[in-house]
Each structure stands twice: as structure tokens, then as C-alpha cells.
């Protein structure tokens, strides 16, 4: 009778493991990139798209900034730990912003390369979720 008990209690341990494992577990404190980054796009009504990011270690050496699914590419770089940018976007798109997605590669004094992914949303609207990443 144990022996049929300790299989689960020894897969699902396994499986928690895993889990723990590949998703970073602790290793990989999001909390302090969430803590030190901002970043926001903001559609209005008048036709354009305002992209703010903010750092407040102040320690960021650059920052490339890509708006994904544009029938012309838009990126540009930027030096500096803060800046805001407006990009024309004359109207909504037809299947909605997440098929818009801001990315931001970014090189950090402290953190090394980092990357964000967040989608626009109109202004009133809530913010959508960040993605913090470190290829």
C-alpha cells in the first residue's frame, strides 16, 4: 500500500520542482525590475501614441525601442534613463493593440541586458501587463 502512495507524492514533487525550475523560481527577482522600470503607451483619439519609460536607478546606458506589426518598422534608440515619444498611429487597428506590442531592449549598468514587452492601451483604459525578461 506505500509503495502505490509514494509514486504520486514522488511525481508531484518532481513536477513542482520543474515547475520552480523553468520559470525561474526565485533566481530571477522580477520584483526589482518591476521596481526600477516604467514604462507606458497610451493611445488618444487625436491619432498618435505616447511611450513613456523611466528608469529610477538612473543607470541605463540605452535603450531600443520597437513597435512590432507596423507595415513600416518603427524603432529608435535612445541614451538616456527617461524619455517620452509620440508615434502618429492615425487609427485603432482592426483586430486590436495587442498585435501592436512596444518592445524595449535595454542595456543596464547594473542589470546588463533586460528586456520589456508591453502592449499600448487608450488613454482611460487600464494598463496592460509588463513582460521583464533577461535573455
Do not use: C
Amino acid at each position: 500500500m506505500a509503495r502505490k502512495i509514494q509514486a504520486p507524492i514522488f511525481l508531484g514533487i518532481i513536477t513542482v520542482l520543474a515547475i520552480i525550475f523553468l520559470t525561474g523560481g526565485g533566481t530571477d527577482n522580477k520584483d526589482v525590475l518591476r521596481q526600477t522600470f516604467q514604462i507606458d503607451a497610451v493611445y488618444y483619439d487625436s491619432g498618435y501614441v505616447e511611450i513613456s519609460y523611466f528608469d529610477k536607478s538612473d543607470k541605463t546606458n540605452s535603450v531600443v525601442m520597437e513597435i512590432l506589426g507596423m507595415e513600416e518598422s518603427f524603432q529608435k534608440t535612445f541614451s538616456d534613463s527617461k524619455f517620452i515619444e509620440i508615434v502618429p498611429f492615425p487609427n485603432m487597428p482592426k483586430y486590436g493593440w495587442p498585435i501592436h506590442p512596444i518592445v524595449l531592449e535595454i542595456d543596464h549598468k547594473e542589470f546588463g541586458h533586460i528586456q520589456l514587452k508591453t502592449e499600448i492601451h487608450p488613454l482611460g483604459e487600464p494598463v496592460p501587463p509588463v513582460i521583464y525578461s533577461r535573455p
